[in-house]
């Protein structure tokens, strides 16, 4: 499966945004989805994942509350609505894949889109 990230930019501290990524292939609907993020000579750390059917979903600590992890199967979308964004919230975003549950390490996921950048100004 191919994936593909969209939606980051530059917004204030407390702003929202929407991150998406699309995926190609017909079996979108049995893979578990990730989101992951990279700040600047930082290691990857996991965000939130969702399973196959969006009825279980996990986050990070650092972002319970403030982002949302959802998919469309019928789209072939997987969606991270982030909103009170905070400076440290910065780094480029990357989406994931897997045939499986979720999970919250990197090392489990098959797949992986390019990368978003999302950056928060204070």
């Known amino acids: 499966v191919q994936l593909q990230a969209s939606g980051g930019g530059l917004v204030q501290a407390g702003g929202s945004l929407r991150l998406s990524c699309a995926a190609s292939?017909?079996?979108?609907?049995?893979?578990?989805m990730g989101w992951f993020r990279q700040a600047p000579g930082k290691e990857r750390e996991f965000v939130a994942a969702i399973n196959w059917s969006g009825g279980s979903t996990y986050y990070a600590d650092s972002v319970k509350g403030r982002f949302t992890i959802s998919r469309d199967n019928a789209k072939n979308t997987v969606y991270l609505q982030m909103n009170s964004l905070k400076p440290e919230d910065t780094a480029v975003y990357y989406c994931a894949a897997r045939v499986a549950s979720g999970s919250y390490y990197a090392n489990d996921y098959d797949y992986w889109g390019q990368g978003t950048q999302v950056t928060v100004s204070s």
């Open positions: 292939g017909r079996t979108f609907g049995s893979y578990a």
